[in-house]
């Protein structure tokens, strides 16, 4: 009699078990999310427009001048890259225009209006400033780096940029 009776048990714990999901509620919520998901669509990357071979200018990247530094409030000035220079601007609401290839435009202040030729990389340190640029150093986009938000960055063709100081407005 034990022993039918531990067999019948035996049995009974063996159909319990195999009855029951011994997976936990977080296992099975878990297990959801790799069940019968759908897999999302590929979207295609977007092509990048080609530069204009007119808009490049060439520019030997291994050598770099001295930094040029524009300091101040309120002040129209110009400066001249002639060397793949790095130009840093401190302040605020200045109007600047720099000819020549820079390396780097650093924009420390607001509100700062800057027309360059080009530059391969453009920081800017400060919120609501406006920077045109009108080439392509060696056909590379410029590298955009923004620490704070509210900066522009635009290309204007290089008539525009060339006639800014006239009174006349061309537009291409």
Known sequence: MK???????????AMLM???DLRSETAKRDMEKFESS??????????ATPVDPAD???????????????????????AVCSKFNRVLVNGDEN????????????????????????????V?????????FSRYPNG?????VENRPGNVVEKVSAVTM???????????
């Open 3 to 13: 022993r039918t009776s531990l067999i019948i048990i035996c049995i009974l714990t």
């Open 140 to 144: 590379k986009e410029p590298i955009v």
């Open 56 to 78: 490049i200018v060439k520019v030997d990247t291994g050598t770099e001048g001295e930094r040029i530094s524009i300091n101040g409030i309120k002040k129209k000035t110009s």
């Open 38 to 47: 759908p897999t999302p669509p590929i979207s295609p990357l977007p092509t």
């Open 162 to 172: 060339t006639n800014k100081d006239s009174k006349r407005k061309i537009v291409e």
């Open 18 to 20: 195999a009855s029951c």
């Open 124 to 132: 800017f340190n400060g919120s609501d400033n406006i920077v045109q």
């Open 95 to 122: 109007e600047i225009t720099v000819r020549g290839v820079c390396s780097q435009l650093m924009i420390n202040g607001d509100q700062n209006k800057i027309n360059v030729d080009a530059s391969a990389e453009f």
